[in-house]
């Protein structure tokens, strides 16, 4: 085994800590997109289903995934959920949004064409 001095090993391991730092961080980062990506597609698998059991607000013509889609974000937005709570519940809500949108463009795109 090679010498070293007293300063090089402290350099080595603090290049080690700075790399194991930075991997903890990078798992941390990959951990939460994976989180918010799930939720985003959850929101549009609760989209479709509430599709198929209340595609409306009861009394209403407004389609109620894109309410409580909507309903999710504003509380996001505005911290009344708190930052991880209302990060979650922005991806939620944005799933459904998406869900929704997706389904209005699709109509509007295969109406029949007034002549």
Do not use: H
Not at 102 to 112: N, Q
């Amino acid at each position: 085994m090679a010498d070293i001095t007293l300063s090089e090993a402290r350099n080595k391991l603090e290049r080690l800590q700075s790399y194991v730092k930075s991997v903890k961080l990078e798992g941390e980062r990959i951990a939460r997109e994976g989180i918010e990506s799930v939720l985003v597609v959850g929101g549009g698998v609760a989209s479709g289903a509430l599709q198929a059991k209340m595609p409306k607000i009861p009394g209403t013509q407004i389609d109620s995934d894109g309410a409580i889609g909507f309903g999710l974000s504003v509380l996001a937005i505005f911290g009344i959920l708190g930052k991880e709570g209302g990060r979650y519940a922005s991806c939620l809500g944005n799933g459904l949004m998406a869900a929704n949108a997706a389904r209005e463009t699709y109509k509007l795109m295969t109406a029949p064409k007034a002549a």
